[in-house]
């Protein structure tokens, strides 16, 4: 196999779930892999504590009250310091830089996805919500700049790695997800779910925002507009299926009938790592299935009813236009807001119903248009919240 070059890291949202797992993956493979730029909103004390043994060329923390927090710990490492979101835009043309990783949470990961595909950047994508609200802008641009985007989300990654090698018409994506903590609870019983109960999930240890969304399985909505773009599918081209064990990370099935699928044991430093090294495959010391001791594998077709998140995502979808911008920051809002305690956790999808339905339609949005239908979506939602 062909050595991979040395390649030159920026982690969007190093303090996060899948940034310290990035950093995990680095630390292992420190002959292939270097960082050049850590980035953070709020939790300086991790962020130093990264610079500190990875120790970039630059930092960004996005809180400037916490600048002089972070400066004064790194200034003897001579490590450069920045905040504000326009000083990781410009830093990302930095032409050492290979991979930016845009681990970022929500909307926020927009800005700085953008300004790294001008700059002609690969992305390593975790942050799904750029797809979402602007894939019909994303994904023409990185044409243009002639840089690829390469999938983090273990179900975009999934159906990345089936389709390496094949020439064959792609005729159906079969999107796994496991179902949640809330799989097999009742209406009412998700009405009466708590916070904790929310944030439990049976097969993965994500951030809070992910978490929610996987518990109401806007998540899959999430996924489902994201790999519309990422494989340049028509909706009706997607399936949804829940696979509560969360073996198979996602399927394609070809036009001769023919279906391949990803497996492995849940960790996501797997896609994270072949995001990074791609094409190359390197050593992972990730758990192995053990195949005798597995016993089965579940498959069921989503309740639509019970989640009604995912039928407002399919709606969004087929819509186009800013709809999936709407809808996402309304979902923004609402699991906001549920973590704060301010709504029920059956409320979320009312709320973003009800935010959708108030927000104007553009059916062909430029991207002044998505800020503002970001901007609308999130007052709206807030003003509901908090009325």
């Keep these: 196999m062909e050595q991979t070059p040395l390649r030159h890291i920026a982690i969007l949202g190093s303090t996060g779930s899948i940034g310290t797992q990035a950093l995990d993956v680095i630390d292992r493979h420190p002959d292939l892999f270097e960082v050049d730029l850590l980035t953070a909103n709020n939790n300086s004390c991790l962020l130093i504590e990264q610079a500190r043994k990875f120790n970039p060329k630059s930092v960004v923390i996005c809180n400037p009250d916490l600048y002089d927090e972070v ?44 300004a790294a595909l001008e700059a002609g950047k690969a992305i390593a994508l975790a942050n799904k ?23 983090v989300d273990s179900e975009h990654s999934a159906i990345f790695q089936c389709l390496q090698g094949e020439h064959a018409r792609l005729e159906k994506i079969l999107l796994t997800g496991s179902g949640g903590p809330f799989l097999r609870s009742t209406r009412e019983e998700m009405a009466a779910a708590t916070r904790e109960q929310a944030l439990n999930h049976p097969r993965w240890k994500m951030g809070a925002k992910v978490t929610i969304d996987s518990a109401s399985l806007m998540n899959k909505g999430l996924e489902l507009i ?48 072949y995001a990074l090294s791609y094409p190359n495959r390197i050593d992972l010391n990730t758990t192995r299935i053990d195949f005798p001791t597995l016993a089965r594998l579940d498959f069921e077709k989503p309740d639509l009813e019970r989640f009604p998140c995912l039928r407002l995502a399919y709606e969004a979808l087929e819509r186009g236009g800013n709809a999936t911008c709407a809808m996402n920051g309304a979902n923004e809002v609402a699991v906001a807001a549920f973590l704060e305690r301010k709504i029920r956790f059956t409320d979320i999808p009312e709320l973003i119903a009800r935010t959708t339905a ?21 007052r709206i939602a807030s003003e509901i919240v908090n009325g």
């Design 71 to 114: 400066s004064d710990a790194l200034d003897p490492l001579d490590i450069k310091v920045f905040t504000g979101i326009d000083s990781i835009c410009d830093l990302l043309h930095d032409p050492d830089t290979d991979i930016v990783l845009t681990a970022m949470v929500g909307f926020s990961g927009l800005k700085p996805t953008i």
């Design 226 to 273: 994201e790999a519309r773009w990422l494989f340049n599918v028509d909706p009706s081209d997607i399936e949804v299926v829940i696979h509560p064990q969360s073996i198979i990370h996602s399927m394609v099935q070809f036009s001769d009938g023919c279906v391949m699928a990803q497996l492995s044991q849940p960790d996501m430093r797997l896609p994270i790592q």
């Design 129 to 151: 919500e750029t797809l979402v609200a602007a894939g019909g802008l994303i994904m023409p641009l990185a044409r243009r700049k002639g840089a690829p985007i390469l999938p």
């Design 358 to 378: 108030r927000c104007d339609f553009v059916a062909e949005p430029d991207l002044e248009q998505i800020y503002s239908t970001d901007f609308e979506a999130k």
